[in-house]
């Protein structure tokens, strides 16, 4: 676990000349700002971020079973409601090529960008959770598309994943 009041750019990437891409597997707890950057050339691992501000990018290869939280109630699992945001912190923008069992949270969510979803080992509901998204795409049979979601409820689900704008 790293704690901090804030964190600027984290890089994970393979030495020179491996083939292999990087893992990432340490949480972190921001406890007064945000994170500027994350950066995973390969998979995020069973990691938890949370943050007390914003989040400007996370750009992993693969979000496994991760929880990326800004300005959500340190004690909950999942924000259900609005109000399970304590602060007014944001997502910039969140891109995996796959994610397995991932769950991301914040107030507002720029930019979220995923290839393939996938149920995580442990079969729980994941997706993303906020009270806007500004840009939203999902890969997959069918892939979605949308802008510019305020309007409260689920606006994409598939198994066990889903997209809600909370109210």
């Known amino acids: ?5 804030s964190v600027g750019a984290v890089v994970a990437r393979p030495p020179p000349h491996r083939l292999n891409p990087a893992d990432f597997a340490a949480d972190f707890n921001v406890t007064a700002g945000g994170i500027r950057s994350l950066d ?4 995020l691992n069973r990691a938890v971020i949370r943050t007390a501000g914003s989040i400007g990018a996370v750009k992993v290869r693969t979000a496994d079973e991760c929880v990326v939280f800004a300005g959500v ?12 945001f304590v602060a007014d912190a944001s997502i910039g ?17 720029n930019r979220y960008q995923v ?18 998204v500004g ?10 598309h949308t802008s ?6 689920v606006f994409d689900e598939s198994d066990l994943y889903v997209a809600k ?3």
């Open 40 to 43: 995973v050339r390969g998979t």
């Open 165 to 167: 704008i909370l109210s």
């Open 148 to 153: 510019r979601r305020t309007t409260p409820g």
């Open 1 to 5: 676990m790293i704690t901090a009041p």
């Open 135 to 144: 840009s939203y795409a999902r890969g997959g049979d069918p892939p979605v």
């Open 93 to 109: 923008t969140f891109r995996a090529r796959s994610t397995f069992g991932t769950l991301v949270a914040a107030r507002s969510v």
């Open 115 to 132: 290839g393939t979803v996938n149920r995580g080992i442990h079969e729980l509901p994941h997706g993303l959770f906020a009270t806007a």
């Open 73 to 84: 109630a340190p004690s909950l699992a999942a924000p259900a409601s609005a109000a399970d």
